[in-house]
């Protein structure tokens, strides 16, 4: 079974430029996620899936931060405008519903850098 | 809110010790809580999930326990080998918000 799938693994773009992130689930998983992962600290959630569906977007900067789950299977993360202070790495995970029981599986991450 | 810590930030041992990693929580509100490992430049991989009703989780060398009452787990590695080497990531699961909190992680090291 395949995992998360991410793309593209690795992004460097100059301040104010666009950029997006892919995100195609385990095959299956109703819930996706968005993790933020600053250089040394844990993930933080940016949001929330359950298949299309937005259920928990509080901590997405909607200024400048979008996403979108249009048939309830892959996501899209953009930014736009980058800012420097976007560096970091940008994980998803799916898992097959909110049941406490399942676990959150993670793909590789894209590591965004920003000049 | 929610805030996880992980003690020690790094550790170095050598090959073959036992070794605990530590992690505390201040809302024993959870539902679950799960260890991962993060190698450098790859995203987590889930080691051992337990969920709030249980003590602890076994899988080969490693076993995690969880006390709730005092906001605790322990990830216990025995004898430690070099490929065990990684970043460590524990992280609990919020009642009624379907998150996982994370901890800053412990950075391991073990020495041939």
């Known amino acids: 079974e395949a995992g998360v799938v991410q793309s593209p693994r690795y992004k460097i773009i100059e301040k104010k430029q666009p950029v997006a992130f892919w995100c195609n689930p385990i095959?299956?998983?109703?819930?996706l996620y968005w993790y933020l992962q600053n250089l040394g600290q844990g993930p933080e959630l940016l949001i929330r899936?359950?298949?299309?569906?937005?259920?928990?977007d509080s901590q997405l900067p909607k200024d400048r931060f979008s996403a979108e789950r249009l048939k309830g299977v892959d996501s899209t993360l953009k930014i736009q405008p980058a800012e420097l202070g976007d560096s970091a790495v940008y994980l998803c995970?799916?898992?097959?519903?909110?049941?406490?029981?399942?676990?959150?599986?993670f793909g590789p991450g894209t590591r965004l850098t920003v000049t | 809110k929610q805030e996880v810590t992980q003690i020690p930030a790094a550790l170095s041992v050598p090959e073959g010790e036992n070794l605990v990693l530590n992690c505390s929580f201040t809302?024993?509100?959870?539902?679950?809580l799960q260890w991962f490992r993060q190698d450098p430049g790859k995203g987590l991989t889930s080691l051992l999930l337990?969920?709030?009703?249980?003590r602890e989780q076994t899988s080969g060398r490693l076993n995690a326990s969880l006390d709730k009452s005092s906001g605790r787990s322990t990830l216990y590695i025995a004898a430690s080998q070099p490929g065990d080497s990684a970043t460590y990531l524990c992280?609990?699961?919020?009642?009624?918000?379907?998150?996982?909190?994370f901890g800053q992680g412990t950075r391991l090291t073990i020495n041939p």
């Open positions: 995970a799916s898992s097959p519903g909110t049941d406490p029981s399942y676990e959150q599986y």
């Open positions: 095959s299956g998983h109703n819930t």
């Open positions: 899936y359950e298949n299309e569906e937005a259920v928990d």
């Open positions: 809302d024993s509100a959870i539902y679950n």
């Open positions: 337990i969920q709030s009703s249980q």
């Open positions: 992280a609990v699961g919020i009642q009624g918000a379907q998150k996982l909190v």
